[in-house]
Nanobody, 117 residues
Framework: QVQLVESGGGLVHPGGSLTLSCAAS????????MGWYRQAPGKQRELVAT???????NYADSVKGRFTISRDISKNTIYLQMNSLKPEDTAVYYC???????????WGQGTQVTVSS
């Protein structure tokens, strides 16, 4: 079982930047995939970005070129650098870990990101 704790959310003006962090309770060295998802009010949870065990990344079209997912294996932490934020990026952002390709998913508690002037 993996426990995930997100941090770094907050209120930011349009065009601003935020960095989210997700600390895992155990080593992320061999976790198949980790990622960020978000859920806006009244909408379904959607994928934002993922990073796989070999380091390849995947992004939603809506965030390509603005968001960057990364990881620090020594700290058991993944990050989401968010630049050029837009009001439509407002959502609760959730960290996800999938230790095995066909196994269970683990979720953090979520962190609120609000983009507003």
């Amino acid at each position: 079982q993996v426990q995930l704790v997100e941090s770094g959310g907050g209120l930011v003006h349009p065009g601003g930047s935020l960095t989210l962090s997700c600390a895992a309770s155990s080593s992320i060295f061999s976790i198949y995939a980790m990622g960020w998802y978000r859920q806006a009010p009244g909408k379904q949870r959607e994928l934002v970005a993922t990073i796989r065990v070999v380091g390849n990344t995947n992004y939603a079209d809506s965030v390509k070129g603005r968001f960057t997912i990364s990881r620090d294996i020594s700290k058991n932490t993944i990050y989401l650098q968010m630049n050029s934020l837009k009001p439509e990026d407002t959502a609760v952002y959730y960290c996800n870990a999938k230790p095995l390709p066909s196994g269970n998913d683990y979720w953090g508690q979520g962190t609120q990101v609000t983009v507003s002037s």
